[in-house]
Structures are given as structure tokens and as C-alpha cells.
């Protein structure tokens, strides 16, 4: 009679827990994402209430976070992280149930492709460094432009042409022209 009374307590107990949430969707905001700036994933899993499980979060990129408890004492489904990739390029993002210490793997698994672009140019770097070389087209700095102002340029290949006009040299400076290079000059 002990037997009994004890199994039927024991399957009387048993719809009283709740199944492992089973994962079923990951999301990425924004998508497609920029190289360095952080983008924040959701993973969402159906049958979450009540559950309890080890979740593993593999980021694509050859980082990946230990395996987590969700549920429990611990944040329940949706799950909300943030990484942030450093190069472009396509990656797959996989979360996958996996034992967590005490909590048993959530079941399923999941897969998100995420498009990461390169990032932006910062505003006025392109052109600055464009605008950094006092050289006419044709033409490249020789090191770099002394405090004084003064710089010179050499050809860039044989046969570089002649500047239509002269160079607007800084105060303190005159422009000079030969054969092999042509700049800024202090002068004397």
C-alpha cells in the first residue's frame, strides 16, 4: 500500500513541472548590423512558463557565451544580448539548448544569418585625408610637411606633368619646380 500511495503522489506531481521551454527563434536588431557597433539578439523559446533550462549562445565570430540558466531564479525567455563584431562578413548565430550546471539543455535549436557591413567612415576622414597632401594630382609628399609649412613633392610615376598653376604655399614659404620634385620651400 506504501508503494502505491507513494507513486500516485509522485504522478500527481508531475504535471506540476513544467517542460523545457523548447528554442525556436533568434532575432538581431539592427540587421544588417556595422562592424564594432553592438547588436542586440533575442532569443525567444515556446513552452517558456514555468521552465527552467541551459542555454548555449555560439555567436558565429569564434566567441561564444558559457552556457546559461534561463528560468528558475534566473531571467526567463525572451533572452536579450548584445555583442559586437569587429570584422565584416556573414555569420551564424546558433543557440542550442546545453546543461548549465543543475538546469538540463532547453530543447531545439536555432540558427540566425547575420550580415555585418563595414563600418562607416567617421565623418571628414576620407576627405581629410585627401585634403591632407599639398601635392598637385600626379604627385606624392615626400615624408611629411615641416612645421614651417615648407614640403616637397616627387613624381609619381615618370613624365609627371608640370602644375598648370603654382602651388599656394604657406606664409614664410615659396614654391619651387624641378625635374625630380616640387613643393614648398622656406624661404630664405
Not at 105 to 130: D, I, S
Amino acid at each position: 500500500m506504501k508503494r502505491f500511495v507513494a507513486a500516485s503522489l509522485f504522478a500527481a506531481a508531475l504535471p506540476a513541472f513544467a517542460a523545457n521551454p523548447t528554442i525556436d527563434r533568434i532575432t538581431a536588431t539592427p540587421s544588417p548590423a556595422k562592424a564594432g557597433e553592438p547588436v542586440t539578439i533575442t532569443v525567444e523559446a515556446s513552452d517558456a512558463e514555468g521552465g527552467m533550462c541551459g542555454l548555449d549562445l555560439n555567436w558565429g565570430d569564434g566567441n561564444r557565451n558559457p552556457p546559461q540558466k534561463v528560468g528558475g531564479n534566473h531571467k526567463n525567455f525572451p533572452i536579450t544580448l548584445q555583442h559586437t563584431y569587429q570584422k565584416p562578413g556573414t555569420y551564424e548565430i546558433k543557440a542550442d539548448g546545453k546543461r548549465a550546471e543543475t538546469y538540463l539543455g532547453c530543447l531545439g535549436k536555432v540558427k540566425y544569418m547575420l550580415t555585418v557591413e563595414a563600418a562607416a567612415a567617421a565623418p571628414g576622414k576620407a576627405a581629410a585625408g585627401a585634403a591632407a597632401s599639398p601635392c598637385p594630382a600626379d604627385w606624392t609628399l615626400k615624408g611629411k610637411a615641416a612645421k614651417d609649412g615648407s614640403f616637397t613633392c616627387t613624381p609619381k610615376k615618370k613624365g609627371a606633368a608640370k602644375p598648370e598653376k603654382e602651388l599656394a604655399c604657406p606664409q614664410g614659404t615659396s614654391y619651387f619646380f624641378g625635374a625630380k620634385a616640387l613643393g614648398c620651400e622656406k624661404a630664405q
